[in-house]
């Protein structure tokens, strides 16, 4: 158990819908990160928080959205589903000056 | 920019012989180096990681590494695997920077072992 929690671990829904994956980083991390991971593209990284605030950006659509919230957990909003999106998305956390990030089971999200 | 390149990406392998999975990366500044291991349905764990020092690296689970500067490579390597070691393995590299970076993974390298 790495102590990174994701809620909910599958997720099945229709195109054009909109979702919201949840993330509870490990206690005492501020630093949460989102990745993608799909057969065609591999993990790609998404986004990155740091104590509330937006720290780096990767390929992440337009139609998605984060935010992390006092508590430290973070949400990933997905919208306008699309049947590509269907993907694993992992959230991982570590705490600042550590190099190793600690990554949650996923959520599996499928878009039918 | 970093990238990285998993040079194979299925490794079959009988139990008790050696592996080596391959892995190069690109980065025009300094990198630290991890592997990393997926197990079916699970997320991923960290095997190792080199962040300076010995270029050797030994991990978990009886994996090492060796990075290569001048080769710009990170090979994972086991000397005897198990069938509990058939996983998807990726080798991901961060900029060196205040500790907390994103990582930029390769595509993966699925080392199934047969009995």
């Known amino acids: 158990d790495s102590g990174v929690t994701q809620t909910p671990k599958h997720l099945i829904t229709a195109t054009g819908q909109r979702v919201t994956l949840r993330c509870s980083p490990r206690?005492?991390?501020?630093?949460v990160y989102w990745y993608q991971q799909s057969l065609d593209q591999g993990l790609q990284f998404l986004i990155q928080?740091?104590?509330?605030?937006?720290?780096a950006k990767g390929n992440i659509l337009e139609r998605f959205s984060a935010q992390q919230f006092p508590d430290l957990h973070s949400e990933l909003n997905l919208s306008s589903l699309e049947l590509g999106d269907s993907a694993l998305y992992f959230c991982a956390s570590n705490r600042a000056g550590s190099t190793e990030a600690f990554f949650g089971q996923g959520t599996r999200l499928t878009v039918v | 920019a970093q990238s990285v390149t998993q040079l194979d990406s299925q490794v079959p392998v009988f139990e008790e012989a050696p592996v080596e999975l391959r892995c190069n990366y690109s980065s025009s500044v300094s990198v630290y180096l991890f592997w990393y291991v997926q197990y079916p349905n699970q997320g991923l764990q960290l095997l190792l990681k080199y962040l300076s020092g010995s270029t050797l690296v030994k991990g978990i689970n009886g994996f090492e590494a060796e990075f290569n500067k001048s080769q710009t490579s990170f090979h994972l390597r086991k000397p005897s695997v198990h069938i509990s070691d058939t996983a998807e393995y990726f080798c991901a590299v961060s900029k060196i920077s205040g500790g907390y970076n994103k990582l930029i993974f390769g595509a993966g390298t699925r080392l199934a072992v047969h009995p």
């Open positions: 206690s005492g991390d501020l630093s």
């Open positions: 928080y740091y104590n509330g605030e937006e720290r």
